[in-house]
C-alpha cells in the first residue's frame, strides 16, 4: 500500500490524506463513543460536562494571539532561509505559553480546593478540568504543534492522532464505570497523551527564553490574527452559552448531537486547512503572487464540496432513524443535528480564507466574520425560543451566518485578484 501510495500520490497529497484519514478515524471513534456516552448519561449530566468546556473557550482568549503570530512567521522565515531567526521566535512563544499554562492551572486550582471543601465535587473536578484542558491547549495545540510544518511532521501528527484515538476508545469504561467524574479523568488522561507524544516528536528543539523584541514582532503579527480568530472561534461558544442560559443544561446535552456531527463533518476541512495554510505561507513567502496561492487548495475544495454533497445526501434521511435506535433521548436534537450537514458544505469554502493571514489582510477577515455573526445573531432574536425543539433554530442560524460569510470572502477575493492582475506602474 506504502508503494502505490508512493508512485501515485505527490508527498503533500500523501501527507493530507493521512491526515484526513487519521482524523477521519478519530471523529468515528469520537462520534461513536460521544454516542455510546449520551446513550450511558442523562442530557443534564451531559451537558453539566459541556458548561464546564465553555469556560475553557473563554479562558484560551489570554493568549494574546503569540501562538497566531507564531503560526504564520514560522513557515514565512523558514521559506525565506531565515531558520535561527524563526527558532528563535519560536524560543519567545514557548516561554510565553508555558508561562501561561502554569498560571492558569493554579487559578483553576482555587476554586477546587474551594469546591471539595464545601462538598460540591462535582465543580471542584470539573474547575481542576478547566485548568488542565486550557494548560493543554496552551502549550500543546497553540505551541507544540504550531512547530509542525512540513510533510513528514504532518506525518507524525498523524500517528499522534491516531494513537489519541486508541486511547479516546479505551478510556470510554471510565465512563461507563463513574459517569460524569469519570467523563473527567477522560478528559484528563486524553490532555497528558495527546502532550507526551507531541512533546516528544517536536521538530524543533529550543529552550524556553524571553525576548521582548521577538515578543513584540509576534504580537504584532499575531494580534490581528488573533482577534479575528478568536471572534470565529468563539462563534461556538457564544451559541453554546446562549443555548445554556435559555434552555439550561438539558438543552446544551441535547444540542451535543448536533455538535458531534459538526465536529465529525469538519474533519476533511481541517486537515486541508491545517497543511494548505503552511504551504500558502511558505509560497507567499518565496515571491509567488496571490493569484497562485489561491489556486493552491482549490481542487481540493472541489473535493471537499462532492465528498460533503454526497453525506448530506445519504445522512439527512439516515441519521433519525439511527437516533431513534441508539439515542431515545435525544430524539429532539435531530432536526437541529441534520441541518449541520448543510453547514458543512458550506463551510467548506471556508478554506480560502488563509490568504487574509498568508498576506496580512485580517481585518477583511474580521468584517466578513462580524456580518457573519450579525446575521446569526439577528436570525436568532427574530425567533422565539422556549423549548429544546426550537434548538433547529441555532442550526439554521450558524447556516445563514455562514452563508453570509462566505459571500463577504468571495468579494474580497476578487478585489485580490483584480489588483493582482494589474500591471506594474513605473
Not at 465553555?54 to 493568549?63: A, E, R
Not at 431513534?324 to 480564507?353: D, H, K
Not at 442550526?395 to 476578487?414: E, I, N, Q, R
Amino acid at each position: 500500500m506504502k508503494q502505490f501510495l508512493d508512485k501515485r500520490m505527490s508527498s503533500g497529497s500523501k501527507s493530507i490524506a493521512m491526515v484526513t484519514i487519521s482524523n477521519l478515524i478519530g471523529n468515528v471513534v469520537s462520534i461513536i463513543s460521544g454516542l455510546i456516552i449520551a446513550r450511558w448519561m442523562l442530557p443534564e449530566e451531559l451537558g453539566l460536562f459541556n458548561a464546564f468546556s465553555i469556560f475553557t473557550s473563554y479562558v484560551i482568549l489570554m493568549q494574546l494571539g503569540i501562538p497566531s503570530g507564531l503560526s504564520r512567521e514560522l513557515p514565512f522565515y523558514f521559506g525565506q532561509l531565515k531558520e535561527d531567526y524563526a527558532i528563535d521566535l519560536a524560543a519567545t512563544a514557548k516561554y510565553f505559553m508555558l508561562a501561561l499554562s502554569f498560571a492558569i492551572l493554579g487559578l483553576c486550582i482555587i476554586p477546587s480546593v474551594y469546591f471539595f471543601y464545601i462538598a460540591k465535587y462535582e465543580y471542584a473536578i470539573g474547575s481542576l478540568v478547566v485548568g488542565i484542558t486550557s494548560a493543554q491547549t496552551f502549550y500543546t495545540t497553540k505551541y507544540l504543534k504550531i512547530l509542525y510544518r512540513s510533510d513528514n511532521h504532518f506525518n507524525k501528527l498523524s500517528n499522534i492522532t491516531l494513537i489519541n484515538t486508541l486511547v479516546n476508545l479505551v478510556s470510554i469504561v471510565l465512563v461507563y464505570h463513574y459517569l460524569f467524574y469519570g467523563l473527567c479523568m477522560r478528559a484528563i488522561i486524553l490532555v497528558m497523551v495527546d502532550w507526551y507524544f507531541t512533546e516528544k516528536w517536536k521538530p524543533i528543539h529550543t529552550e524556553a527564553r524571553f525576548n521582548w523584541k521577538n515578543f513584540k514582532e509576534l504580537s504584532k503579527v499575531g494580534m490581528p490574527i488573533y482577534f479575528v480568530a478568536n471572534v470565529y472561534s468563539l462563534w461556538p461558544t457564544f451559541q453554546r452559552t446562549m443555548i445554556l442560559s435559555m434552555l439550561g443544561a438539558k438543552g446544551l446535552g441535547i444540542y451535543a448531537l448536533a455538535n458531534i456531527v459538526q465536529n465529525m463533518l469538519s474533519t476533511f476541512n481541517g486537515a486541508i486547512s491545517s497543511i494548505s495554510f503552511p504551504k500558502m505561507s511558505l509560497a507567499y513567502g518565496q515571491g509567488k503572487s496571490i493569484t497562485e496561492v489561491l489556486k493552491m487548495p482549490f481542487k481540493l475544495i472541489i473535493v471537499s464540496i462532492l465528498i460533503y454533497t454526497f453525506i448530506l445526501l445519504v445522512g439527512w434521511p439516515l441519521l433519525p432513524k439511527v437516533v431513534a435506535i441508539v439515542l431515545p433521548n435525544y430524539q429532539s436534537g435531530v432536526e437541529a443535528a441534520q441541518w449541520m450537514f448543510v453547514v458543512a458544505l458550506v463551510s467548506s469554502l471556508n478554506i480560502f480564507s488563509n490568504i487574509y493571514m498568508v498576506i496580512k489582510k485580517n481585518h477583511h477577515r474580521l468584517i466578513s466574520y462580524i456580518i457573519g455573526m450579525t446575521v446569526w445573531l439577528l436570525y436568532i432574536l427574530y425567533h422565539s425560543i422556549t423549548t429544546v425543539a426550537d434548538l433547529v433554530i441555532f442550526s439554521k442560524a450558524l447556516l445563514f451566518g455562514y452563508m453570509a460569510t462566505v459571500f463577504c470572502d468571495f468579494c474580497f477575493y476578487f478585489l485580490y485578484l483584480k489588483r493582482d492582475s494589474l500591471p506594474i506602474k513605473g
